[in-house]
Each structure stands twice: as structure tokens, then as C-alpha cells.
């Protein structure tokens, strides 16, 4: 007959073939001799319960320590704690049986500070006080064994251990948690304990040092550095001494940053580590955050848990506690400017109360708020106190992160800080290489440090030379597969080693019994890093269950605990860990798992669509639910877009749309795509340019779309884009094409904006083709639409509003005309309106009135209202309108002289407007050079500048082209070339009666005649 299995449960003895116990169904562990073990054993009491019972009734009395006893053991079980025994009010628990594992003492403490906690909430009668404990715990040796006889038999710890726990809790103050110096030794790195010196206990003999436990200590999320189980860091020397003098420089000179290079297990975390435990020990911030695979497109996902580490406030705290938490922060580093906590309160999802002073800003401005804020933050804390931050697994980091990290290492880090960063070898950093930045390649690991290893892990001497040989053969040099390797050979207890490291992964979680390898595979579905309240909701276990096979997995070194965000936490201890847990899973149960670790996702939080789409997104994509992950890829697509994370936006955008696949056809995913269509498209404008072609592909697309499924309404928004797009590219009949199918949809709509839109887009158009009369038809259709700010452009798609647009471009068609007056009076129009609009059309308005200004030649004007144009854009990061406002202001400060350098000033702004791609208004830019540079004197390269923009206008943008036949003229008669010039000026005025520009044909008939005159001085 085999050795009975004992329940751990219930002490019930089941036949040797049992894997749960016939009598609760639990798991069960062997059935053993006496035997010693270590464990910290608490006890546990009610404070005044004689007292209470004599109060009660007695069936109150039941009920309330029924109801104490239950969530006392609540508690003891969610830290894997065993409850040996119920003594009246008293209960006895044991951690570190029937299991043991590294943290049992830390899991004891955790356990008690919780049952102290979980039983001051319980209810009680009015008038009576709140329940209080006291908890004594003692950390030794102990022999296992039964205590009775017959039925009445109890597997107990015997010896002193359980005497001092108990002599603790007697002593221990209402709701106070007393240790032994044994169990505050092994807590000490994560818990904060009051040293209460020595202390004289009944039927000990001699005194025994004790502590007060006041609560955890703030940890970074990751285990103890100095975590025991792992192999020796060998063969690293030199590297650990790179990365000790690159922190010694930071802290003492200046500081640097350092990427670890590397692949899979060749060390880079555990270098990592050696440096975290090295600095923390002497006081120094140890902030340590990590990217995801899941978190690519998350935008400032690392990003925002530094910042929870910096605050240390969790996402369960209140709403009000987390902003108090996030202000005092901030201050507490010299940070007083509300910009700054808006920007980090909205990275943090923390929603603060509007400010009506505050104008609104562009989502582009947020984002440079943000990127500024954190690095201010980091910096600041790095001034007062040297700051090691560890960025780890950069591969899979999202674009935004990577940018913030790219414009920190452009500044000054300063004294204090040090950046380590690590990466897979694939890693390519989009940063230049500015020099700030020095790359360690980590490599394999030389055979001896390999076998040095083996026989490290191996104390015992129980693997033979040839199996060591084998071993370092096939790990080749990678750290981790020495680990792997050497652990799957001892836990199978014979010589033989796996083919591959997969396959010894796949051993170990056959070894570790049918549940346990179940709750790891389901828990990598989740991911590398997990809560146990969300692996309990997916994999269904009761919680001694769950609680036992996560042990195991811990003491078989595949999991190690972290800390969690308001519950306990675990992670894979490597990456191909839960690879191989994860791919071990049919795809059938894989997808159902992906569909409960959604569900579980919504069921903790109603809200989880909009504050981590993207996450189920993912799990409803691997679930084979399209319909589902393509909606919420949406969302997040849209989310990151109006966060300007476009980068972000695209890829979730086009993941949805490969999801959705090609033969889509019913009538809602459709909409869904047409939808998708419209994040995609303003995204990829803003990532690439606006002449990529996949900008209008998609564009065209969702035209296509809008007719297809006879979405009439929405077909307005892409006819827009497409209208943009073609204007930018400088496409003039394309352009007109899409304006009038605008028109057609406005004149079938019964709505305004369709109406307002289509005659913005026609007036635009013809203006830029030089045709003013209608141009002006159009506008003054526009504007008899248009109400400040019902019509504001916001409600499609972020353009510009069509209202502003018809009042600025009527107003310099007017002048152009030469009705100077309705000129200036829309102006004037147009100036009042700015208080009630949108920063972004406050910015286009300002442009126009200065280009008003730049073409009555009124530079004192002109470089005013740039100003204001350039200082909206600053403020909200609005590119376009930044540029624009340069060149209209440095034409200004040229014609006022000196002339270099506001020549210099447009040539900038010229130049970052074509490096946009945009083609439009570059006859209007050249056609300014050439004016600045005629003022200067310097008429080569005027004639360089009136031909460059006559070459474009060609293309169709024939509204400059009499002032640029003038001023080439001009340009050719300060050469001497006076018949030339004549030629060109007799252009501008046959080219200006064909517009029906008078201002441009009497600027061109003045400058004739002042050719024909003193053809010496053209200017």
C-alpha cells in the first residue's frame, strides 16, 4: 500500500493515488513522518472578548465570532498562510506548511496587518466599539506531527516557536502586530518595523528581541534584489563594474545613460538588479519600470508607472487622494505650475476639475506638456537625491515613451541621474546618436563560468562531469538556459537533458501536476505580470486551490511574487516561461481563456474600454472575437489620436482593419471599417506627410464606403479630408472635383454644415486658382451660414473652421479686388470673433490678418498680429500656423531692417513648410522672399526666389502669380535687363485684369510706369 495523501484542508487521509481530497475536494500533499521545518507561525486573539461575550447575546455572540473567525481566515488564506487551529476566539495559522517558500515570513506579516484591517471593518452593534486583535508571530524551527489520538488526532508544530508566537500576542497592543527579531530579519527589505528593544517572556529564559510592525515600505514592483534561488552572477565582473562607475560618475559629476544590449537570458535584468541592490543600499531612488508586448501602442504606458512609483499613490486610492497625492509630489520638488499637474494627471487617467481660466489646450500642447512635466519631475527629484530610473525591455516600447526618452537624453541630465535602459539586440534606437547615450553588447558567458554555474546550482554534487558537459554544451553561453537547463535536470532527478529549451520548459510544467500547469498557462494568457484576484476570476479555482498551485510554481523557480496594485501579484520568471506555458494551450481553450481574461477585465472595471481599449483589444483579437477587438482598436486609435500619439493611432487602426480582413461586407463592419478609415487617415497625414499616398488611399476609402453603405451624413467628413489633401499637395482641380461632390451632399442635406462646408471648400479652391469673382459668390454663401461658434470645426475632424475660413479668405479676396473698405471691415469682423473661438482657428485668424497686413505692405501691423498667430502656436504646439507666423513675421522685420535677419527668419519658416510635404502657399512664400530680398538690395537672388515661385504656380495656384511677374520685373530691371523687365511687367498687369485683382494690376501698372520713367531705380 502507498503513503497516504493528508488533506491540507482537513486533515483527511486519502488513498496514495489521490490528487484532491475525497472528503473537500482540496489538494493533497503526502502523508510523512514526524519532520522538522521552518515556519512563522502566528496567533491570533481578540481583544476584550470575555468582555464582549458577557454584553451579547448569545446568539450575537455566535454570529459575531462566526463572523470574525471567517474573515480573519480570509485573510490568513489570500497569503497562503494554513489555519492549524481555532482556540475559542484565538486562531493558530502556519506559513510555510504544507508548502514552503521563500517570502512565508513576509507573507505572514502581510497576512497579519490585513486580518488586523479586514476585522476592525467588521460591523458591530451601535454603541459597541469596532472589533481590535492582537497578533503575535515568530519565525524557527518547528517538528510536524500528530497530536491526539484517534479521531481527535491534529497535525501540529511543536517546540518553542509556537510558545514565542503565542507568548507575542499576549503582549502585543490592541490591533498591533508584534515579530521576533527572527521573522523582522527576513521582513526587514519590505516591511517598516518599530525596534522595541529586548523583552522578557513568560517561560523564556532569555530575553527576546521584539519589533513593532508599522506597515510595507514602498517598493518599485519588482522582487528583492537580493532575492535567494537564483544562480550566481558569474563572468560579469567587468560589466558590473561599467555600470558601478557609470552610477558613481552620475552621482558625483553628471549624468549618463546606459543601454544594455542583449538577447533573451543573456543577463541584462540581472545586471539590472545587481545595480538596483547596489545603489539602493545607499539610499539612493531606485525607480525601476518596464514595457510590455501588450503596451507597443499604449501610449507613455512605462512613462505612467513612474510616475505612480514617483507618487506612490495606487488606482485604488480615491479619486481626491490620488490628485492630492500627485500635487504634493510635485510640490515637494518645486513644481507649483497647474500646466504641469494637468499634463500628468492626464497621463494618469485622473480627471481634474475644470478650470475656466485656464484656456483649452490642443491635444499636440498636452502632449509637450507632458513630455516637459515628467522630465521636469525626474530631473527635480534627481537634484535632491541621486536617482537611478531603469527602463526595462525598450523593444517594446511605445513610440511616445521612446520620443520622451529621445528629448531627455537631448538635454543636460544633470547631476544625480543615471538611465539604464535594456533592450533585445533588435532594439534600434530612433534617437541620433548624440554620444549621450554608451551601448553595452552583453555576450555568452565563457564554458567554465557556464559549468561554474551548473555546480553552484548543484551544492549536492548530483549531476555527474558528463551531464554538466552536456548542459553548458547546450545552454551555449546563455545564463538563463544554464538556470533552465540545470533546474529541469535536478527536478527529474536524472542525467538526461532536453532537446531544447522549450521542451525542458514544457517538462517542468508537466512536473509541476495537472492544476498547477493549468492555473500557468491560463495565467500566461493574461501576460508576463499578473494579479491573483484576476487569474482567480479566470480560472475559476477556489482560492486554497489557486493559492497552492501558485506556490508551487514559486518554489519551482517559475514564478516569483512582485507587488501588486491592491492584491498580490506574480510574474513568469523569464519571458519563454510563460512562451511555453502560453503555446502549450490548444488554440480552442487559448481563445476561450483570451475571452475570460476580457470579461474579467470589464467585470473589475465597467469602464475598462475606455481606459485600457487597447489591452481588450488584444485579448478579444486572440479570442477570434473580431468584431469586438476591432471596436475597441477603434477606440483606442481614437483615444490616441486626440492625444496626439499618432504613431499609436495608426498601428491600432490598421490592426483592426487586418483583423476585419478584406471580405468584409456586412452592413456593421462596414461602419466599423469606415470609422477606422477616419482614425487612420488624419493619423498617417501626421506621422508621414500630407503627399503620402496611403493618406489619400484612405481617405478614398472611406468615400467609398460612406456610398456603399448609404451613409449620406458621414460622407462629409472624408470628402473634407479628401479636400485638405488635395489642397496641400497643391492638386487645384482635384481639390475642385471634391468640392463640388461637397456640394452635391449639401445641397441633398437638411443641416447647415454640409452647406457651410461645400461653399468654404468651393471659395478656397477658386481663390487659390486665381478666379476671385466667384471665390467671393462662395464665401458670401459661407458666411450667411455661419454662427460663432455653433459652426466650430471641432465636430469634424479637426480641421479648420470653415466659417473663419470663408472670413478670411473673403477678406483678402476683397483687397485683392480692391474694395480695401469691406477688406478692412472684415477684418475687423474677424478680430472681434477671436475670444470665442478654438485656439487652432484663433491661430489660422491671426495668420490672415497679418497676411492682410503683409499685403498693404503694413509691417508694424503685419509682425503684430503674427505674433499673436506664433504665440497661440507655441502654446498649443500647432505646427502650420508656428510656420506661417514666422514668415509673416520676419517679411515684417526685413522690410523694417535690418533685412538679414528677418530674411533668415522666412527662409526657416519656408523651409519647415516644405519639409511637411504641403505644396500650397509656396508662390505666396516665394513671391515674399523675392519682395524682402528686392528691399535688401540684392536683386539675384530676388529674380531667384519670383522664378522658383512662378515655376510652382504653374502647377495652379495662380492667385500670386501678377505680384510675381511684377516682382520679377522688378528684379530684371535692378539687373539692367529693362526689356525683360518690361515683358514681366506687362504680364503681371494682363494677368491681374484676368483675376479681377485691381490691387495687384495697380501695383503692376505702378512699377511700369517707374520703369518707363527711371528705368535705373526699380525699387
Excluded at 447575546?57 to 485573510?75: C, F, I, N, R, V
Excluded at 488526532?153 to 508584534?178: F, M
Excluded at 515600505?217 to 537580493?226: E, I, M, S
Excluded at 471599417?673 to 478614398?700: F, N, T, W
Aim: aromatic letters at 4%.
Amino acid at each position: 500500500m502507498g503513503i497516504p495523501m493528508r488533506c491540507a484542508n482537513c486533515h483527511h487521509e486519502n488513498p496514495d493515488t489521490a490528487r484532491f481530497c475525497n472528503q473537500c475536494g482540496a489538494s493533497v500533499t503526502v502523508a510523512v513522518a514526524p519532520e522538522f521545518r521552518r515556519l512563522t507561525i502566528m496567533f491570533c486573539d481578540l481583544v476584550g472578548s470575555v468582555g464582549l461575550a458577557s454584553q451579547l447575546d448569545l446568539e450575537d455572540w455566535h454570529t459575531l465570532l462566526g463572523a470574525y473567525q471567517l474573515a480573519a481566515g480570509d485573510a490568513i488564506r489570500r497569503r497562503q498562510g494554513h489555519i492549524a487551529q481555532h482556540l475559542g476566539d484565538g486562531i493558530v495559522a502556519y506559513f510555510g506548511y504544507p508548502l514552503a517558500g521563500e517570502d512565508d515570513a513576509a507573507r505572514a506579516v502581510q497576512a497579519a496587518l490585513d486580518l488586523v484591517a479586514a476585522v476592525g471593518a467588521l460591523p458591530v452593534r451601535q454603541g459597541h466599539p469596532a472589533l481590535q486583535v492582537r497578533v503575535g508571530l515568530h519565525t524557527g524551527p518547528v517538528v510536524m506531527g500528530d497530536v491526539g489520538s484517534g479521531s481527535q488526532r491534529e497535525y501540529l508544530a511543536l517546540g518553542d516557536t509556537p510558545n514565542i508566537a503565542a507568548r507575542l500576542q499576549a503582549l502585543a497592543p490592541a490591533n498591533g502586530v508584534l515579530v521576533t527579531a527572527a521573522t523582522q530579519g527576513a521582513v526587514k527589505s519590505k516591511f517598516r518595523c518599530l525596534d522595541l528593544g529586548g523583552q522578557s517572556l513568560k517561560g523564556i529564559a532569555a530575553p527576546i528581541r521584539l519589533y513593532k510592525v508599522i506597515g510595507p515600505l514602498q517598493t518599485d514592483g519588482d522582487d528583492d534584489p537580493a532575492a535567494v534561488g537564483q544562480a550566481p552572477l558569474l563572468g560579469r565582473a567587468r560589466e558590473l563594474d561599467l555600470l558601478r562607475g557609470q552610477w558613481r560618475a552620475a552621482s558625483t559629476q553628471a549624468g549618463n545613460c546606459l543601454l544594455l544590449v542583449g538577447d533573451p537570458g543573456i543577463g541584462k535584468s540581472r545586471l539590472a538588479r545587481e545595480l538596483r541592490a547596489h545603489v539602493a543600499g545607499n539610499g539612493s531612488n531606485v525607480w525601476l519600470v518596464r514595457c510590455s508586448a501588450h503596451g507597443v501602442n499604449t501610449p507613455f504606458a512605462p512613462l505612467a508607472q513612474l510616475l505612480v512609483r514617483v507618487i506612490g499613490a495606487a488606482s485604488t486610492d480615491s479619486h481626491e487622494a490620488r490628485i492630492a497625492a500627485l500635487a504634493s509630489t510635485l510640490a515637494s520638488v518645486g513644481i507649483t505650475d497647474p500646466a504641469a499637474l494637468a499634463a500628468l494627471a492626464g497621463m494618469l487617467a485622473i480627471e481634474l476639475p475644470p478650470d475656466p481660466s485656464a484656456p483649452p489646450l490642443s491635444a499636440r500642447a498636452l502632449r509637450e506638456r507632458t513630455f516637459s512635466a515628467a522630465s521636469r519631475v525626474v530631473s527635480a527629484v534627481a537634484s535632491q537625491r541621486p536617482t537611478l530610473l531603469i527602463v526595462e525591455d525598450l523593444h517594446w516600447s511605445d513610440p511616445s515613451t521612446l520620443e520622451w526618452l529621445g528629448r531627455l537624453l537631448q538635454r543636460d541630465l544633470g547631476r544625480g541621474l543615471m538611465l539604464l535602459l535594456t533592450a533585445r539586440g533588435e532594439f534600434r534606437a530612433p534617437w541620433p546618436d548624440s554620444g549621450r547615450v554608451q551601448q553595452l553588447t552583453l555576450e555568452p558567458c565563457t564554458p567554465g563560468e557556464a559549468a561554474e554555474m551548473v555546480r553552484a546550482l548543484d551544492p549536492a554534487r548530483g549531476l555527474a562531469d558528463e551531464a554538466v558537459a552536456r548542459i553548458v554544451a547546450r545552454s551555449e553561453g546563455n545564463p538563463l538556459f544554464v538556470e533552465e537547463f540545470t533546474r529541469s535536470v535536478l527536478e527529474a532527478g536524472g542525467d538526461e537533458i532536453p532537446a531544447t529549451l522549450h521542451e525542458q520548459t514544457l517538462a517542468r510544467l508537466d512536473r509541476l501536476g495537472l492544476t498547477a500547469k493549468q492555473v500557468l498557462q491560463q495565467a500566461a494568457v493574461i501576460g508576463r505580470h499578473f494579479g491573483q484576484e484576476r487569474l482567480r476570476a479566470v480560472c475559476g479555482l477556489v482560492d486554497e486551490m489557486l493559492a497552492l498551485a501558485l506556490q508551487c510554481s514559486v518554489e519551482a523557480h517559475l514564478l516569483r511574487p512582485v507587488a501588486g496594485d491592491g492584491g498580490e501579484a506574480f510574474a513568469f520568471r523569464h519571458a519563454l516561461l510563460q512562451d511555453a506555458a502560453y503555446t502549450s494551450l490548444l488554440r480552442s481553450a487559448r481563445q476561450a481563456c483570451h475571452l475570460r481574461v476580457a470579461q474579467a477585465l470589464l467585470a473589475e472595471d465597467a469602464a475598462a474600454g475606455e481606459h485600457q481599449p487597447e489591452v481588450l483589444a488584444h485579448h478579444y483579437a486572440e479570442a477570434g472575437q473580431v468584431q469586438a477587438a476591432a471596436g475597441h482598436f477603434l477606440r483606442a486609435g481614437q483615444i490616441a489620436l486626440s492625444s496626439s500619439a499618432c504613431m499609436e493611432a495608426a498601428a491600432h487602426a490598421r490592426r483592426a482593419l487586418a483583423l476585419l480582413g478584406d471580405a468584409r461586407t456586412d452592413e456593421a463592419s462596414l461602419a466599423l471599417e469606415l470609422e477606422l478609415q477616419l482614425v487612420l487617415a488624419p493619423a498617417l497625414m501626421a506621422v508621414h506627410s500630407v503627399l503620402d499616398s496611403r493618406v489619400e488611399q484612405a481617405y478614398m476609402r472611406a468615400r467609398r464606403l460612406c456610398e456603399s453603405i448609404g451613409n449620406a451624413p458621414k460622407l462629409l467628413v472624408p470628402l473634407w479630408g479628401l479636400w485638405g489633401y488635395e489642397l496641400m499637395r497643391g492638386r487645384f482641380d482635384e481639390a475642385r472635383t471634391v468640392s463640388g461632390q461637397l456640394g452635391a451632399l449639401a445641397r441633398q442635406a437638411s443641416q447647415p454644415m454640409p452647406s457651410l462646408v461645400a461653399a468654404t471648400t468651393a471659395g478656397m479652391t477658386l481663390f487659390y486658382q486665381g478666379d476671385l469673382g466667384p471665390a467671393r459668390v462662395e464665401f458670401a454663401k459661407g458666411i450667411a451660414l455661419y454662427s460663432t461658434p455653433q459652426h466650430a470645426a471641432r465636430s469634424v475632424r479637426a480641421m479648420t473652421d470653415p466659417g473663419v475660413m470663408c472670413h478670411a479668405f473673403d477678406m483678402l479676396a476683397c483687397w485683392l479686388m480692391g474694395d480695401t473698405a469691406a477688406a478692412h471691415a472684415g477684418a475687423a469682423r474677424l478680430r472681434s470673433m477671436a475670444p470665442a473661438l478654438a485656439q487652432y482657428d484663433a491661430a489660422f485668424l491671426w495668420c490672415g490678418d497679418a497676411l492682410l497686413a503683409v499685403l498693404e505692405g503694413d509691417t508694424t501691423s503685419a509682425r503684430a498680429s503674427a505674433a499673436q498667430a506664433i504665440a497661440i502656436a507655441q502654446e498649443q504646439a500647432f505646427s502650420a500656423w508656428q510656420v506661417m507666423g514666422s514668415v509673416l513675421q520676419g517679411w515684417g522685420a526685413a522690410r523694417e531692417g535690418p533685412a538679414a535677419p528677418g530674411i533668415e527668419q522666412m527662409q526657416r519658416g519656408f523651409d519647415a513648410w516644405c519639409a511637411t510635404g504641403a505644396r500650397n502657399l509656396r508662390p505666396l512664400f516665394s513671391a515674399l522672399l523675392a519682395d524682402a530680398w528686392l528691399a535688401a538690395g540684392d536683386t539675384v537672388r530676388a529674380l531667384e526666389a519670383a522664378d522658383a515661385g512662378l515655376d510652382i504656380a504653374a502647377t495652379g495656384e495662380r492667385c500670386w502669380v501678377p505680384e510675381l511677374h511684377r516682382l520679377r520685373g522688378m528684379a530684371l530691371a535692378g539687373l539692367g535687363e529693362r526689356t525683360r523687365a518690361l515683358e514681366c511687367l506687362r504680364a503681371a498687369v494682363a494677368s491681374a485684369e484676368q483675376m479681377g485683382a485691381q490691387a495687384w494690376r495697380d501695383r503692376a501698372v505702378a512699377s511700369l510706369e517707374r520703369i518707363d520713367q527711371d528705368p535705373g531705380n526699380p525699387t
